[in-house]
């Protein structure tokens, strides 16, 4: 009986069912550990970051060139006025402007147009360029049976006479730039060149004139 008594007004043995908090002290926070880990991968991302920005400002990589070394327009005419038959080969020529890193080529795609009307397409397989490096291409386009407007019949008509015509050239890749593992990244690119060659049978390249954007 004193015993019991003893227990009840000791406040040690009052406080010995309740919880830490309960005695003054702040709860866990169950959410400690997950805070823990968010905060320890954006720091990985922040330096991972900085490394890469570093890396990249030191070789400050410009963008590849693309232009049309030579063509070969081996067929051209016009069934019933308006329907386009052409035949014609490009080389086309991929330039990593680096010195310093190797750019990868890769989802190659050539669209020939006659004024705005897409007349052929081309996929052209993936490759590599080392540093200063220029990569050829041979393409070859062709069409037949393509529908086009009145205005751009009337047109090619005189060209042909002239034996000077005019197509646009489009091309679209990828180019990834290898600044040694694993810092690589890459882009898409749009190269549009206007070419003018002779009739055939010479079909010869006149002139060139590309550019190449993001």
Not at 82 to 89: G, I, T
Not at 147 to 160: D, H, N, S, V, Y
Not at 176 to 184: E, Y
Request: include cysteine; hydrophobic fraction near 40%.
């Amino acid at each position: 009986m004193f015993e019991q008594n003893v227990n009840e007004t000791n406040p040690y043995f009052q406080r010995q069912d309740q919880w830490p908090w309960q005695r003054g002290q702040s709860p866990p926070d169950p959410n400690k550990h997950l805070k823990g880990f968010f905060c320890a991968i954006l720091w990985v991302v922040i330096i991972v970051g900085l490394v890469f920005l570093i890396v990249y400002l030191a070789y400050r990589p410009p963008i590849p060139r693309f232009d049309v070394s030579a063509a070969r327009l081996n067929a051209v005419y016009l069934n019933m006025t308006y329907l386009l038959n052409v035949d014609v080969a490009i080389l086309a020529n991929f330039t990593n402007t680096n010195k310093k890193v190797s750019v990868d080529f890769s989802y190659i795609y050539i669209d020939l147009f006659y004024g705005s009307t897409l007349i052929a397409t081309q996929h052209a397989p993936p490759f590599s360029t080392a540093r200063s490096e220029c990569k050829y291409e041979y393409v070859h386009l062709v069409t037949s049976q393509v529908g086009i407007p009145l205005e751009a019949t009337q047109r090619l008509k005189k060209q042909i006479e002239r034996n000077d015509i005019m197509f646009q050239v489009s091309i679209n890749f990828r180019a990834r730039f290898n600044l040694g593992s694993p810092l690589r990244y890459s882009y898409f690119l749009h190269s549009h060149c206007t070419i003018r060659v002779a009739g055939p049978p010479a079909g010869a390249l006149i002139r060139s004139e590309c550019k190449t954007n993001q």
